[in-house]
Nanobody
Framework: QVQLVESGGGLVQAGNSLRLSCAVSGGTFSTYAMGWFRQAPGWEREFVAAINLKGDNTYPADSVKGRVTISRDNAQNTVYLQIHSLKPEDTAVYYC??????WGPGVVDGMRYWGKGTLVTVSS
């Protein structure tokens, strides 16, 4: 059974940076495309960024392009999301997800395994 556990959330001041981690177990991490999503209070979950199997191709959402860096360490079965220049509107529960079918045009919609999320609160 594939399990994803996010960590690194918390309360941060606007303008600072934060790095989230997601540890994956129970599956073959190196065969999964990985992604990060977020859900703010009262809003639907939205896509943030995705990364391919090797970690040499990334796809950030337009809403956060230039402020987020997604990376992965296949030796540690971990994917990371670094968010720079945090804004209060970045406040959300951040989820990581895994797509076992790999990288391609449907990578976002094909996320199959999900973590329980980590809360990020950005104060102004």
């Amino acid at each position: 059974q594939v399990q994803l556990v996010e960590s690194g959330g918390g309360l941060v001041q606007a303008g600072n940076s934060l790095r989230l981690s997601c540890a994956v177990s129970g599956g073959t991490f190196s065969t999964y495309a990985m992604g990060w999503f977020r859900q703010a209070p009262g809003w639907e979950r939205e896509f943030v960024a995705a990364i391919n199997l090797k970690g040499d191709n990334t796809y950030p959402a337009d809403s956060v392009k230039g402020r987020v860096t997604i990376s992965r360490d296949n030796a540690q079965n971990t994917v990371y999301l670094q968010i720079h220049s945090l804004k209060p509107e970045d406040t959300a529960v951040y989820y990581c997800a895994a797509n076992p079918t790999g990288w391609g045009p449907g990578v976002v919609d094909g996320m199959r395994y999900w973590g329980k999320g980590t809360l990020v609160t950005v104060s102004s």
